[in-house]
């Protein structure tokens, strides 16, 4: 009996069939009780406000990162976002009162994390069970009022939950983080070993047991494709370190279809002994439709940095040309970017100003009357810096 509780202790993945189409389902803690920090200072984040939206986070999507249009962040749920940044849905929300965490199922759609940037990195740490930061794209009102809370100041208190996304940071640190006991694969419970001896020693505690460790043993296991991660890393060597952040970002699809070609390659051009020496090489000889993927990635890559070189150049302080910025690393410009970030101006004479949801990485409204929800929008843990 201990070794088949030790083996269902061990399975946090599980792939699971839903309206026909195939998911991998994974634990994950959303927001902890506690006092965060973000764009909008230091906010506390109640047990008594968290509980109020518990049911509203289900069917939420999943994004990898939390969804732009241009330099802004935009909410998840609208048709763009979905196409281009949704990989799953959450399900089954919860909350711990002895973790004080909002917890849930993140549910992966295994398509999806093939075709959608970044989807291949959370697929290879499910694979492996490592968990992941996450960041909550949450609407909130914000209560100006100061305090502390465990041994930690606020300047104010997030209220009335309007739950928007849940993002999973690729490469970064949510506001409300790992450390602090929230992400993917972070929501198992410690095991108590005298409650499972009494469960498997009583009757109906025996039944129930045996019906999940069934349940285990009728799962399919998640398979780590070595195969893939191996054609990475032999493309990465091909051309080059400096390229390695885009072969990082290609799916699964694309990196069968550069092996192939690299075969190609050697087969057609029998006289040449090197392999390509960088990537322009590597294009000439692509076929139409390898090509053609390749570019939509560079693409994507290069949409995102020129959104970040235009916010930069953009904030009024900004003493770099675009030049120098284009010279920098995309991990760097993320960075910049969050300090770029200026007070928007004012509607013109006559006009009514524009209505626009705030979110994480804007600017905070100011409000030059005191009021005890004066401030609105995604706050933290919904923002994240950038690891180095």
């Given at each position: 009996?201990?070794?088949?509780?030790?083996?269902?202790?061990?399975?946090?993945?599980?792939?699971?069939?839903?309206?026909?189409?195939?998911?991998?389902?994974?634990?994950?803690?959303?927001?902890?009780?506690?006092?965060?920090?973000?764009?909008?200072?230091?906010?506390?984040?109640?047990?008594?406000?968290?509980?109020?939206?518990i049911s509203s986070w289900n069917h939420k999507p999943i994004t990898v990162g939390h969804p732009?249009?241009?330099?802004?962040?935009?909410?998840g749920c609208l048709p763009d976002a979905i196409e281009n940044y949704s990989v799953g849905m959450?399900?089954?929300?919860?909350?711990?009162?002895?973790?004080?965490?909002?917890?849930?199922?993140?549910?992966?759609?295994?398509?999806?994390?093939?075709?959608?940037?970044?989807?291949?990195?959370?697929?290879?740490?499910?694979?492996?069970?490592?968990?992941?930061?996450?960041?909550?794209?949450?609407?909130?009102?914000?209560?100006?009022?100061?305090?502390?809370?465990?041994?930690?100041?606020?300047?104010?208190?997030?209220?009335?939950?309007?739950?928007?996304?849940?993002?999973?940071?690729?490469?970064?640190?949510?506001?409300?983080?790992?450390?602090?006991?929230?992400?993917?694969?972070?929501?198992?419970?410690?095991?108590?070993?005298?409650?499972?001896?009494?469960?498997?020693?009583?009757?109906?505690?025996?039944k129930l047991l045996e019906n999940r460790i069934q349940e285990v043993r009728e799962s399919k296991?998640?398979?780590?494709?070595?195969?893939?991660?191996?054609?990475?890393?032999?493309?990465?060597?091909?051309?080059?370190?400096?390229?390695?952040?885009?072969?990082?970002?290609?799916?699964?699809?694309?990196?069968?279809?550069?092996?192939?070609?690299?075969?190609?390659?050697?087969?057609?051009?029998?006289?040449?002994?090197?392999?390509?020496?960088?990537?322009?090489?590597?294009?000439?000889?692509?076929?139409?439709?390898?090509?053609?993927?390749?570019?939509?990635?560079?693409?994507?890559?290069?949409?995102?940095?020129?959104?970040?070189?235009?916010?930069?150049?953009?904030?009024?302080?900004?003493?770099?040309?675009?030049?120098?910025?284009?010279?920098?690393?995309?991990?760097?410009?993320?960075?910049?970017?969050?300090?770029?970030?200026?007070?928007?101006?004012?509607?013109?004479?006559?006009?009514?100003?524009?209505?626009?949801?705030?979110?994480?990485?804007?600017?905070?409204?100011?409000?030059?009357?005191?009021?005890?929800?004066?401030?609105?929008?995604?706050?933290?843990?919904?923002?994240?810096?950038?690891?180095?």
């Amino acid at each position: 009996m201990e070794t088949l509780v030790a083996n269902l202790a061990a399975s946090k993945v599980q792939r699971k069939t839903l309206a026909g189409r195939s998911y991998l389902v994974a634990p994950v803690a959303m927001i902890v009780e506690g006092v965060f920090t973000g764009n909008q200072g230091a906010v506390l984040y109640e047990r008594s406000e968290i509980t109020k939206s518990i049911s509203s986070w289900n069917h939420k999507p999943i994004t990898v990162g939390h969804p732009r249009q241009g330099d802004q962040f935009v909410s998840g749920c609208l048709p763009d976002a979905i196409e281009n940044y949704s990989v799953g849905m959450i399900l089954n929300t919860s909350f711990n009162t002895s973790t004080k965490k909002l917890r849930a199922d993140a549910w992966f759609d295994e398509s999806r994390l093939d075709v959608v940037p970044g989807g291949h990195a959370i697929k290879a740490a499910l694979a492996k069970q490592e968990p992941m930061e996450v960041s909550t794209g949450l609407f909130v009102d914000k209560e100006i009022t100061s305090g502390q809370h465990n041994g930690k100041e606020y300047s104010g208190k997030a209220r009335n939950f309007r739950p928007d996304h849940l993002a999973v940071i690729v490469n970064g640190v949510g506001a409300c983080s790992v450390k602090d006991g929230a992400g993917l694969l972070v929501n198992k419970e410690p095991v108590n070993p005298e409650f499972e001896k009494n469960l498997a020693d009583s009757d109906t505690g025996g039944k129930l047991l045996e019906n999940r460790i069934q349940e285990v043993r009728e799962s399919k296991p998640l398979i780590v494709n070595e195969k893939v991660k191996m054609k990475r890393d032999e493309i990465l060597a091909v051309i080059g370190e400096s390229h390695q952040e885009f072969v990082t970002n290609l799916s699964d699809d694309q990196v069968v279809a550069l092996a192939k070609l690299q075969r190609t390659v050697t087969v057609e051009v029998p006289v040449v002994n090197e392999a390509p020496k960088n990537l322009d090489e590597l294009l000439a000889s692509a076929p139409a439709d390898v090509k053609a993927k390749i570019e939509e990635a560079f693409a994507v890559n290069t949409a995102h940095r020129d959104g970040l070189i235009d916010q930069i150049v953009a904030n009024e302080k900004n003493q770099f040309s675009k030049e120098e910025l284009a010279a920098l690393p995309t991990a760097t410009l993320d960075k910049m970017a969050v300090f770029a970030v200026n007070a928007a101006p004012a509607p013109a004479t006559g006009s009514a100003p524009a209505p626009a949801p705030r979110y994480a990485g804007s600017a905070a409204p100011s409000d030059p009357k005191p009021s005890t929800a004066a401030v609105k929008g995604f706050l933290p843990p919904s923002t994240f810096s950038a690891k180095a």
